[in-house]
């Protein structure tokens, strides 16, 4: 079973999504997945927003304080990864990305704003760091573009090393693009 990461409550969290390891040349996603993900979230964010509710503390146990709609903004790693000092898609990237795209050309998600949202490991200087994740970003809302995504509904941002997602801050697994959905 293939998992995929999200933050809810800026707390990291597993999702399984029911999918079987892929074969070699197979997406790691499939669009399907990526509408109800979002689909979800965007429910969420409107109830969110219709109830002027944004924020909430609860003390006590996770079953005491149940995740409400506003705190539930999901990131979704994309699989974007990228060779060392490279902001260069692999075909595998490609193929991933080719299943976001027909997501957010689904009629759920038309119109949406997603941002894109490049990281790095920590090799190198922040500043050089800084200026790959955004290239990597940017490669990927080139690449999104390219296959008929509206730029307008794509925002891309670079965060360097400062936001690992391995342990291990030199870890390739650092080297990603993920996504999520604005307000």
């Known amino acids: 079973m293939r998992s995929f990461e999200f933050a809810a409550c800026g707390v990291t969290a597993i999702v399984a999504l029911g999918l079987a ?17 979002f689909v979800t979230d965007a ?18 146990t996770t079953a005491d304080c149940p995740v409400r709609p506003a705190e ?13 000092d490279s902001d260069k898609l692999t ?3 490609k193929e991933n990305l080719d299943q ?22 920590a090799t ?9 994740s955004e290239r990597r970003a940017a490669s990927v809302v080139a690449y999104l573009v390219a296959q008929g995504i509206s730029a307008r509904e794509l925002v891309a941002k670079g965060f360097g090393k400062s936001k ?10 650092n080297r990603r693009v993920e996504t999520h959905l604005l307000e």
């Open 21 to 37: 390891m892929p074969a070699a040349a197979d997406p790691a996603y499939k669009a399907d997945r990526i509408i109800d993900l």
């Open 43 to 60: 429910a969420a964010a409107a109830a969110a927003k219709a109830s002027g509710k944004t924020r909430s503390i609860c003390y006590g």
């Open 72 to 84: 539930s903004m999901a990131t979704f790693n994309l699989l974007v990864n990228f060779e060392f």
């Open 91 to 93: 075909p595998a990237a």
């Open 100 to 121: 976001f795209a027909r997501a957010l050309q689904d009629a759920r998600l038309k119109g949406l704003k997603f941002e894109i949202d490049g990281h790095t490991d």
């Open 124 to 132: 190198g200087a922040e500043q050089y760091n800084v200026g790959l």
């Open 164 to 173: 690992p997602i391995a342990i291990d801050p030199f870890s390739p697994e």
